[in-house]
């Protein structure tokens, strides 16, 4: 599966972002999806995951509350909805994909995502 990110761009604290995720090449529902993230001189970071089924979302504490990660499997699409956003929240987003997960569960481990798009920059101004 092929996963291209987009919508990142330069945002004050307090406003909104949605980034999408467009996957092709692949059967979404067979895949558990997720969003990392990745600030200048530290490691990726988990920001929330979805399960195929939907059933099943996590969201970092970090961002809980703010942000919301959403499947829709007519689109082939995964969101990120930024509410809120802080400038700590800088980073570039990364959307990643997982075929062998359960059908009710998505991982917070980055290392249990085989399929990773090119990530897209966010950058949350005070």
């Known amino acids: 599966v092929q996963l291209q990110a987009s919508g990142g761009g330069l945002v004050r604290a307090g406003d909104s972002l949605r980034l999408s995720c467009a996957a092709s090449?692949?059967?979404?529902?067979?895949?558990?999806m997720a969003w990392f993230r990745q600030a200048p001189g530290k490691e990726r970071e988990f920001v929330g995951a979805?399960?195929?089924?939907?059933?099943?979302?996590k969201t970092a504490d970090s961002v809980k509350g703010r942000f919301t990660i959403s499947r829709d499997s007519a689109e082939n699409m995964v969101s990120l909805q930024m509410n809120s956003p802080k400038p700590e929240d800088t980073a570039v987003y990364y959307c990643?994909?997982?075929?062998?997960?359960?059908?009710?569960?998505?991982?917070?481990?980055?290392?249990?995502?085989?399929?990773w798009g090119q990530g897209t920059q966010v950058t949350v101004s005070s």
């Open positions: 979805v399960s195929r089924s939907s059933r099943y979302i």
């Open positions: 990643a994909a997982d075929g062998a997960q359960r059908w009710d569960y998505a991982s917070t481990d980055a290392r249990q995502y085989a399929y």
């Open positions: 090449g692949g059967t979404f529902d067979w895949y558990a």
